[in-house]
């Protein structure tokens, strides 16, 4: 059974750091690329972040460009989310989710992380 | 970047109606398009991939269609555990951005 499950949200005062994990199981992880996409309180769905199956393309959107930086362990079948500069905008539920091939179509996700940013 | 939109923003319907929603991109993104289900407290659901496939183990009613700027997801007969919000989302360009989704809830 496919599984993805994030961990590593909380809390964080604005201007802090948090690195988020997404551990899969369940399938080939390295033959896969991953996305992290986030949900503010009430709020649609944001593409945040891409990783290619060897983690040597990635893609941010303009709101992280810069401060987050996506990445991926294929031994330990992990996918990371490393956010600095934390702002208070970027408030959301971040779920990883994977690609399944043309038109990038997410076909499992985790069940998300929320962090908090706030003073 | 291209940007999605979604019409209506909200519908009430229903159990047997049949639901059209529309999705439209700034600019011509061929078939890179995808529709998800949402449901509150859970993840998203992939339905449609490709502007028209169905995706394994997704119920028929749901169809997708449309190609360029303008697509249409449609639930021929809606049933009860339809009620959620609907997103599309087009994967041709990246930043691979989401509609505004449509709420759909029970009249």
């Known amino acids: 059974e496919v599984q993805l499950v994030e961990s590593g949200g909380g809390l964080v005062q604005p201007g802090g750091s948090l690195r988020l994990s997404c551990a899969a199981s369940g399938f080939t992880f390295s033959r896969y690329w991953m996305y992290w996409v986030r949900q503010a309180p009430g709020k649609g769905l944001v593409w945040v972040s891409r990783i290619n199956s060897d983690g040597s393309s990635t893609s941010y959107a303009d709101s992280v460009k810069g401060r987050f930086t996506i990445s991926r362990d294929n031994a330990k079948n992990t996918l990371y989310l490393q956010m600095n500069s934390l702002r208070v905008e970027d408030t959301a539920v971040y779920y990883c989710?994977?690609?399944?091939?043309?038109?990038?179509?997410?076909?499992?996700w985790g069940q998300g992380t929320l962090v908090t940013v706030s003073s | 970047d291209i940007q999605m939109t979604q019409s209506p923003s909200s519908l009430s319907a229903s159990v047997g109606d049949r639901v059209t929603i529309t999705c439209r991109a700034s600019q011509s993104i061929s078939t890179y398009l995808n529709w998800y289900q949402e449901k509150p407290g859970k993840a998203p659901k992939l339905l449609i991939y490709a502007a028209s496939s169905l995706q394994s183990g997704v119920p028929s009613r749901f169809g997708g269609s449309g190609s360029g700027t303008d697509f249409t997801l449609t639930i021929s007969s809606l049933q009860p555990e339809d009620f959620a919000t609907y997103y599309c989302q087009q994967t041709y360009s990246t930043p691979f951005t989401f509609g505004p989704g449509t709420k759909v809830d029970i009249k």
């Open positions: 989710a994977r690609d399944i091939g043309y038109s990038s179509p997410l076909d499992y």
